[in-house]
């Protein structure tokens, strides 16, 4: 029943410098009028659940917490951004400066969208190696991730088991598509982003799990901004699985979670969790297996081509709270699975201001993608708005039926999926069928529990820049001066250590 008007354009066929021109084309896609077109569902026999009061207790996170290879310093490096902090604008930064159709707009990395864009990571820093899979001591994740100011690559691949929570620091780039093999997974507790302002994630699986600490999160941040995750896969919190808690007195914004996966939050307390910021972008992203809190939303939140599935009490909180909120919901596709027992748009409040446009419902488990139009009707006593009611950035918008497919295809840390993601989304693709929460994750059944991942082998570093030999020969680089890696050789803001590792990825 593929008879809704699509979104034009189509974006899954877009390469991502195209992307970028087409910024604007966001709002324009996001007036689809609301039950015009549609394959006309029967609303009065597939209602949206209310839902009933949702758990309470969220804890916000706080907490506290050598082999670096290449000194600091280097030449002057990237410009800064054009954008400021908070900027909406999706105009191009102090990139190339073209304008026109291939322009770049300037960020933490090509693609890098919504309000956590702009975050600068390592830019011109130092750069760590991870040699190893232990939990400390050198070449570890965890003495990377001590100082501020690392671009961390991996020379290895696999599973690093944790015993203790991960605290990041602030201008951090967590290049996790380096990893040879599999990639990278850190299992066994809990991450904290808290003041890791400025930092970039990518292509890294965090799983908890219920040998982490009780009563945390799988990755918690309640204070700082700008910070981006892109392709993570998140799993298995004990309290929230992706909790943005903002602690009062604290500022948190300039957030975004973009093509990643936020899986089975831990019964009994099993959620995706809280997002409480003045300002976070959720994009292409799927929420599954939580009980409740698919997120539970406040503050500021712009939640664009995610998919939900198979929430158990509560799938998308509006607020319930009595402080305003405001949402922006473009694109979403929701689904129950087999023990969604309501509760699909919950705990709505007037103080909820939401502009929501394109949303779609399926929640008659027959495996096959068939929803229908999520009116205003659906989304309860929020106070309705027709554009949205604060600034947000452009992000381009496919239609909800093309983010259930690109979300199949590429969310979290898809350049090789894991036992645990291919496990998910099974799930959900049996559209209905398949799909439970769990209280503990050895309940999959995978060998060492997360499933086993492939260690591969890095290539040749030898100035350890971060950049192999050959890829530097080929740029025409030195191999053996790692202050190129500072550089900038074509003059678009990325140095020449961030042009090689985004160029690892689609
Ligand atoms: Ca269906
Ligand atoms: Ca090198
Ligand atoms: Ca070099
Ligand atoms: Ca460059």
Not at 224 to 238: A, E, K, N, P, Y
Not at 299 to 326: A, C, E, K, M, P
Not at 336 to 358: F, I, M, Q, V
Not at 398 to 411: C, G, P, Q, R, W
């Amino acid at each position: 029943m593929k008879t809704w008007a699509r979104c034009p354009p189509g974006r899954a066929s877009l390469s991502w410098l195209s992307l970028f021109a087409l910024g604007a084309a966001a709002w324009a896609c996001s007036g689809t009028p609301h039950g015009g077109s549609g394959s006309g569902g029967a609303p009065s026999t597939d209602p949206v659940g209310a839902g009933g009061a949702t758990p309470g207790g969220e804890a916000s996170g706080s907490d506290a917490a050598s082999g670096v290879t290449t000194g600091s310093g280097g030449a002057g490096g990237a410009p800064s951004p054009g954008a400021g902090g908070g900027a909406p604008s999706a105009g191009a930064g102090g990139g190339a400066g073209t304008g026109g159709p291939g322009a770049v707009a300037f960020g933490a990395f090509p693609g890098a969208e919504g309000f956590g864009r702009m975050a600068t990571g390592a830019r011109g820093g130092d750069v760590y190696h991870v040699t190893n899979l232990n939990d400390s001591g050198p070449g570890s994740l965890r003495d990377a991730i001590s100082q501020p100011n690392r671009t961390v690559v991996f020379d290895v691949g696999g599973v690093i088991k944790i015993d203790s929570r991960l605290v990041f620091k602030n201008n951090q780039t967590i290049a996790g598509q380096t990893a040879p093999g599999g990639g990278i997974t850190v299992y066994g507790n809990g991450t904290s982003f808290s003041d890791a302002s400025n930092t970039i994630v990518r292509y890294v699986r965090f799983r908890m799990g219920k040998i982490g600490d009780s009563g945390k999160d799988t990755v918690t941040m309640a204070s700082g901004h700008d910070v981006i995750w892109d392709h993570c896969s998140l799993s298995w919190g004990r309290d929230g699985t992706f909790d943005l808690n903002r602690e009062s007195g604290a500022e948190l914004y300039n957030i975004t979670l973009q093509d990643s996966i936020v899986a089975q939050g831990l019964q009994t307390h099993s959620t995706g969790g809280i997002v409480n910021t003045t300002g976070t972008s959720i994009i292409r992203s799927l929420y599954i297996d939580n009980n409740s809190r698919n997120p539970k939303a406040r503050g500021t939140l712009q939640f664009v081509n995610n998919v939900v599935y198979n929430w158990v009490t509560s799938g998308y909180i509006l607020g319930d709270t009595s402080g305003r909120s405001d949402g922006v919901m473009v694109g979403n596709y929701l689904i129950p699975g087999p023990e969604t027992k309501g509760g699909t748009l919950d705990s709505p409040t007037p103080e909820y201001h939401l502009h929501a446009a394109d949303n779609w419902y399926d929640s008659n488990k027959d495996g096959v993608l068939n929803g229908r139009l999520l009116g205003q009707g659906d989304f309860g006593s929020v106070t309705w708005e027709t554009a949205p009611s604060v600034e947000v950035p452009d992000v381009p918008a496919m239609s909800a039926e093309d983010a259930f497919d690109h979300v199949m295809k590429h969310a979290g840390a898809s350049l090789w999926r894991d036992p645990v993601d291919d496990f998910l989304m099974e799930e959900l693709a049996s559209l209905g069928a398949e799909g439970a929460t769990i209280s503990d994750e050895k309940s999959l059944g995978l060998p060492g529990t997360v499933g086993d991942i492939p260690g591969g082998s890095a290539p040749a570093d030898t100035d350890q820049d971060g950049m192999p030999d050959a890829w530097e020969v080929s740029a025409s680089l030195d191999p053996h001066d790692p202050e190129d890696r500072n550089g900038d050789r074509n003059g678009d803001g990325w140095t020449n250590l961030e042009e090689y590792i985004n160029s690892l990825v689609p």
